[in-house]
């Protein structure tokens, strides 16, 4: 039975596990799960994951859930160019390290960003007070300043001269608040300097910019 | 040039890293980074961690952040028994499941009653009732989570034997424990995890490691603690008011 991927295109974690699956030809069934009709509440997808949260995987009788874990059991099992996550211990330390990191912050600032600048004005109504759209964009500022100072430098690519799984989990952060409807390409509120700029650039091109 | 570690044990990820580097006989030089004290404010350590964060790896001139990162560098480094972080595909992919949802669900929350109780107090802030009672409610409600999702088959979160996983976890739930809250109280599944990795890891080492956490609230009790230098002080704000 052909591998099962159960995406919502929506969420970032989701994008880079249905960007990494096609990039590398990885063979899989997509069971789209739509969180608008809140379609990771029913009884159904329950069975797949009692968490309820999307992206989650069903390899024959296996299921496992968490971005991360789906992307490294894909690594593995797949055989992917060694690039992705190198077996080299420091290179893919640093991959480890990013994936870490990321998560309670980049991650939590572009989904804030995108909440309290778009989602809520735009689609809820609801106007955000300018003091908390403020924090959330200041406290974004700090995360890309550390993914710049930190994770970059003066780097191709996150960890190294070649894309890996840290790039790949980035960008689908990254552009959750660069590709909301009412922005085109990287507005100027979203902090970054040329190199930011630049690594999206080669990061994009790539692997193939897919529209959800 | 050794292996150096970057620690303060009153951190539970630090807690987690020393007991694995313990534990596997990882000959390491242990350099404490008193959190109380600022010395992770420091411009020397600063140029080790620009985050000002521990736990902190160095291995030449090699320098990683990130628990779970220097745990899984370790275990591959070191070679240490397979169960700590399996090579089998599936049992590997269930120790990172693991670590994703403890981001989520663990971290962050387990870690406030040491400062609604003792670093708040320290600074002169009183953290309000409300948010140390949604905090108490928040740890409840996650350990039912864990206890549904990782207590179902195996004796250990992600199997039949001790993972990193449940080091991360064990310290997490350590930090309230130390404080008075009696987390395993009427939760006889999570009272023999606890109680078959404390076996494993052997009550000395666990001694060592939970020592600090352990005597905190009774030093501040007397007025042993550091009171913490104002740069320090406006950062232990910062974090207080992410109390939700």
Redesign the interface.
Known sequence: MVLELYLDLLSQPCRAIYIFAKKNGIPFQMHTVDLRKGEHLSDAFAQVN??KKVPAMKDND?T???????L??LT??YKVPDHWYPQD??A???V??Y???Q??TLRRSCLRALWHKVMFPVFLGEQVPSETLAATLAELDVNLR?LE??FLQDKAFLVGPHISLADLVAITEVMHVVAAPSLKGIPSWLPGTIELRQWWERSSSVRPMRSS | MGLKLYLDLLSQPCRAVYIFAKKNGIPFQLHTVDLLKGQHVSEQFLQLNCQRKVPVLKDGNFVLTESSAILIYLSSKYQVADHWYPADLQARARVHEYLGWHTDNIRGIFGVPLWTKVLGPLIGTQIPEEKVERNRKNMFESLQRLEEKFFGDGTFLTGYQVTVADLMCLEELMQPVALGYNLFEGRPQLTAWRARVEAFLGANLCQQAHGRILSIQEQAAKNALPVPYPEVQSRMMLRIARIP
């Open positions: 009692p968490v296996f496992l859930s968490e971005s991360v874990a789906i490294l059991y593995h099992k211990l420091q893919r330390a640093r480890d390290e994936l870490a990191w998560h309670t550390v100072d930190k």
